[in-house]
């Protein structure tokens, strides 16, 4: 189960740079309309999957513009997201011990 969830996540990340990219290419209406059909098939697999998405998510129209199903994309991947350290999420990587500056701040690697 977790692995098709896993799987799951990472169709919806991919929907959602698809849905941004049919809003910024301003894309024929069949694009937008494709990635609304395919988020709600994956919001109802994942409902099956975690029941508690159910009543947190709801399924989108077909009419639905791409920014909405970028943003419903992104927000549903969120669910089920861990926190990642600061300096993964940035692609860094580094040794034990090592810190790494962004901005002001230093994330220790470790």
Known sequence: MAEETAKLVNVLRRLARSAGYAAWNKSEPDAARFCAQQYNRVLARLSELEPAV????????????????????????????????LA????????????VRFGRATVWCG
């Open 54 to 85: 159910a009543p947190l998510f709801t399924q989108l129209p077909e009419a639905a513009s791409p920014q909405v199903i970028r943003m419903a994309a992104r927000e549903l991947a969120a669910y089920f997201e861990t926190e990642e350290p």
């Open 88 to 99: 993964h999420v940035f692609g860094v990587h580094c040794g034990g011990g090592r810190g």
